[in-house]
């Protein structure tokens, strides 16, 4: 059974606003996203032109390249959203603050219990401490005899170090990529203290 990607806002809108939607989809092939999280990146491309672009290529990619996954509410679904947010599921679902990550996280772990391998891609540090967590929850059921899937957890460096090299010919377009995303995402650091200009992968 092949990997389910499962993307967050945060990656989605620096690939996809910069016109690198292709390094993303080489890098983890078809990606699946929560509807919430289509919701925010639409929302912040209509009010904020740096992501303007994710209008014209978010149709051309649910075509063939994202599913959008139900935010509807399932036994499963709704049992993991109250145990990460102390909150029953519709409830939580009226906040937007954070429901991207969170429902992120909720669809990884369903997909994981089912028997999944799931990867995660997500920036934002509360979402990847939650993601965390539950990495290690699957671990001590798979400990106990359970038969659950894995969530591997990666962010936007992560996938850039993929294609160095490859679709990023060399350092300085991987230094001009990155920069361009620093520039819509501030929580990105200084590519100098990433690894990415050091990277192995630029000897293969």
């Not at 967050?8 to 620096?14: E, R, Y």
């Not at 991987?174 to 192995?200: A, F, H, V, W």
Request: glycine fraction near 8%.
């Amino acid at each position: 059974m092949t990997q389910l990607p499962i993307i967050d806002a945060g990656p989605g809108l620096n690939f996809l606003s910069i016109g690198k939607e292709r390094i993303l989809i080489e890098a983890l092939g078809a990606l699946s996203t929560p509807e919430a999280v289509r919701d925010e990146m639409l929302r912040k491309a209509r009010h904020d032109r740096r992501f303007r672009r994710v209008l014209t290529t978010w149709p051309k990619l649910t075509a063939r390249w994202v599913e959008v996954l139900s935010d509807s509410q399932t036994p499963e679904l709704a049992a993991v959203v109250r145990r990460i947010t102390q909150l029953p599921m519709a409830q939580r679902m009226k906040t937007s603050k954070d429901l991207g990550e969170i429902m992120v996280v909720a669809h990884a772990v369903v997909a994981a219990e089912a028997g999944r391998e799931v990867i995660v891609l997500i920036d934002d540090s509360g979402g990847a401490r939650i993601a965390t967590k539950e990495c290690a929850r699957l671990d001590r059921l798979r400990a106990s005899g359970r038969s659950v899937g894995t969530i591997k957890l990666v962010d936007t460096r992560t996938v850039l170090e993929l294609q160095a090299g490859r679709l990023i010919a060399d350092r300085g377009e991987m230094r001009t990529i990155y920069n361009q995303m620093r520039g819509l995402d501030d929580g990105l650091p200084p590519i100098e203290g990433t690894g990415l200009l050091t990277s192995k992968r630029w000897s293969r």
